[in-house]
């Protein structure tokens, strides 16, 4: 994981995903084992941001944040 996204958490989870960065995020993407993006968001804030999964069905998933200094890619298990 980039040290420019210092957590992802928790995982596994059952809805939420929280985003902690030491700085912007600009970009989040989450897609599903077949690389189709089922949620994305663009300019997000200050360097927190929450994923809600509750829309999404139970799966592995790969998340994407891009922050001002990098780039991340993280397997997220929702149960």
Same mark, same amino acid.
């Given at each position: 994981l980039n040290r420019q996204v210092t957590r !992802? $958490? @928790? &995982? @596994? /989870? /059952? %809805?939420? &995903? $929280? !985003? %902690?960065?030491?700085c912007e995020i600009v970009n989040i993407i989450l897609s599903d084992l077949s690389a189709k993006e089922v949620y994305s968001e663009v300019t997000i804030n200050n360097g927190e941001a929450t994923l809600s999964l509750s829309s999404q069905p139970s799966g592995v998933y790969f998340l994407q944040v891009k922050t001002k200094n990098g780039m991340a890619v993280r397997k997220i298990v929702k149960k």
């Open positions: !992802i $958490y @928790p &995982v @596994p /989870t /059952t %809805d939420k &995903v $929280y !985003i %902690d960065a030491q």
